[in-house]
């Protein structure tokens, strides 16, 4: 069965370091998600990506944050300059388009900035 | 602006008990409720959707519009069950960006 891969599943990085969090999302789903979820808390929504553009993003998701699709395949999460508040485990998820509100979820990217 | 509550962060039953865990919405329109669940170490799996009106591992859920509730039931708890569940809520305007509640961890002892 196909599914959502993320690489790593788990980053440590310095403060005020940059870094990507890689996701192959499921190869007929045309629309993106990442999500994140900080230690004991929920699953909160960062941004939406179809059509090579961001469809919606949260208020999380600031101008450190951004994200692309480089070679139609990955879809990229990069955090400019990384703050310990963004120690969290990070989620991708994927769509199909075709009338199906499911969403399908990578194994996450453990996150940890110190 | 959707919300999705969930007001239990900690339901602990025995092997066998009945479970039921209280969801929530808050929705202008006609929204898509899920319940996806989150064994340990493992990814978040859709359970059931509300739309398919299914039983999924003697997981049921019913929407109940009056009360703006989903709650996720079963009448006999396993071991097997102990989990993260979370329900979410996709609004059916346009963009179904899933917005999810803050989880409620099940620990069935037994």
């Known amino acids: 069965e196909p599914e959502v891969t993320q690489t790593p599943s788990h980053q440590v990085t310095q403060m005020g370091q940059e870094v990507i969090l890689r996701c192959v999302p499921i190869?007929?789903?045309?629309?993106f998600y990442w999500y994140r979820q900080i230690l004991g808390q929920k699953v909160e929504f960062l941004v939406s990506?179809?059509?090579?553009?961001?469809?919606?993003k949260s208020e999380i998701f600031d101008d450190q944050f951004s994200v692309e699709r480089p070679d139609g395949s990955n879809f990229t999460l990069k955090i400019r300059s990384t703050k310990l508040e963004d120690s969290a485990m990070y989620f991708c998820?994927?769509?199909?388009?075709?009338?199906?509100?499911?969403?399908?979820f990578g194994q996450g990217t453990r996150l940890t900035v110190v | 602006a959707q919300r999705v509550t969930q007001p239990e962060k900690l339901l602990s039953v025995f092997k066998g008990a009945p479970v039921e865990l209280k969801c929530n919405y808050s929705?202008?329109?006609?929204?898509?409720l899920f319940w996806y669940v989150q064994y340990s170490r493992q990814r978040l799996q859709l359970l059931l959707r509300?739309?398919s009106r299914e039983s999924i591992k003697g997981f049921t859920a019913d929407l109940n519009k009056g009360e703006t509730s989903f709650h996720l039931k079963k009448p006999f708890a396993q071991e097997e069950d102990s989990a993260m569940y979370y329900c979410a809520l996709s609004g059916t305007g346009g963009s179904y960006i899933p917005t999810f509640g803050r989880g409620t961890s099940l620990i069935v002892h037994p």
């Open positions: 998820a994927s769509r199909d388009e075709r009338g199906s509100t499911e969403a399908f």
């Open positions: 929705y202008s329109g006609s929204p898509e």
């Open positions: 190869s007929n789903h045309l629309y």
């Open positions: 990506f179809y059509n090579n553009e961001i469809s919606e």
């Open positions: 509300h739309i």
